[in-house]
């Protein structure tokens, strides 16, 4: 090999080691850079079903009445109030706190609806005191006139408190926020405008005759694939108008027994069409109502329906994904 043939040979070698200094790191970076991440979860992702995105139904031990938390990540919705005394026990007549000491356990400090199915006081005793206590931001009712005191309160507190109301009946749906809506399938628009004809009545000959159970807001909440069916105290003749219109669209996972679990509620009829799996019932120790009936709990054990009771398992708790559930009692 001749002496300038070496020096070409040596040459190239030191320019290919020059080439391999510069390009390995270059190669090292590109392929840092290329790697895909399958993690969604930032603040761009979507908030559905099976996407970390949960919901918390709460039926609080309040005793003889109702009340329903509802927190779905984006708003906290309260549903009736349950009762400003204690109407049976040893405490009878003392002053409900039961729903102040839940709400404030929980650290709620903001509700955006509060739902009130109808002005009964087990079901709206507290409402008054819930809008000038906690930061309420939209009152939803069924917009019927009522003489009920704790129902003025009510409405006296939320226009003192610049509170937003609105009025529902059956076909209005109710955004909850992360994907979970309540659409109203009761009152109808004709129940509303006959009993606000007849609480308007001056006459003595046509003192109201009204079933305010019957004036109750009915829903079915729905997240993804989970449904569940509330009833406020609906009796037999309002199940009956909602399989009429309804039918199939009614089925549910669980379903919040009507009345306390009254016999007045909760036909065979009407559980055979809604098919839950669980129904929840919030009802007083040794409530004077006998509340759950024994035939309505019978049904429910024919028709292979698990129940849960606030007198006996205390706050009902259930969690939904959008694709499965859970259920529990606090005891």
Do not use: W
């Amino acid at each position: 090999m001749s002496k300038i043939n070496a020096e070409v040979i040596l040459m190239l070698k030191k320019i290919a080691c020059i080439l391999f200094l510069l390009i390995v790191p270059f190669m090292l970076v590109v392929s840092g850079c290329g790697k895909v991440s399958s993690d969604t979860s930032g603040p761009d992702a979507a908030a559905a079903p099976g996407n970390g995105s949960k919901l918390n139904v709460q039926m609080l031990d309040v005793d003889q009445g109702d009340a329903i938390l509802i927190r779905t990540g984006e708003q906290t919705i309260l549903i009736d109030t349950g009762d400003d005394k204690i109407r049976a026990g040893k405490h009878k007549g003392e002053n409900n706190n039961r729903l102040f000491e839940a709400l404030d356990s929980l650290g709620i400090t903001h509700i955006d609806k509060l739902i009130i199915t109808h002005a009964h006081n087990d079901h709206m005793g507290l409402a008054a005191k819930v809008i000038k206590r906690y930061d309420v931001a939209e009152l939803v009712y069924n917009g019927i006139p009522s003489a009920n005191k704790g129902f003025r309160n009510m409405l006296t507190a939320a226009n003192n408190k610049g509170v937003k109301k609105s009025k529902v009946k059956a076909g209005d749906v109710l955004d909850f926020g992360n994907d979970v809506s309540f659409k109203v399938l009761s009152p109808s628009l004709k129940l509303v405008e006959e009993d606000t004809k007849q609480q308007g009545s001056s006459s003595a000959d046509e003192a109201p005759k009204i079933n305010v159970n019957n004036e109750s807001i009915v829903g079915r909440l729905t997240f993804g694939d989970f449904s569940m069916l509330l009833t406020g105290d609906a009796e037999k003749e309002i199940e009956q108008e909602l399989l009429q219109e309804y039918g199939n669209e009614l089925t549910c996972k669980v379903y919040k027994v009507s009345h306390h679990g009254s016999k007045t509620s909760s036909s065979k009829e009407f559980l055979q069409a809604i098919k839950p799996e669980l129904a929840i019932i919030s009802c007083g120790v040794d409530n004077q109502y006998g509340h759950p009936h024994k035939i309505t709990m019978k049904k429910f054990a024919t028709l292979g329906i698990k129940a849960l009771e606030t007198d006996l398992n205390g706050t009902i708790t259930i969690e939904s994904d959008g694709v499965s559930y859970s259920a529990r009692g606090e005891r």
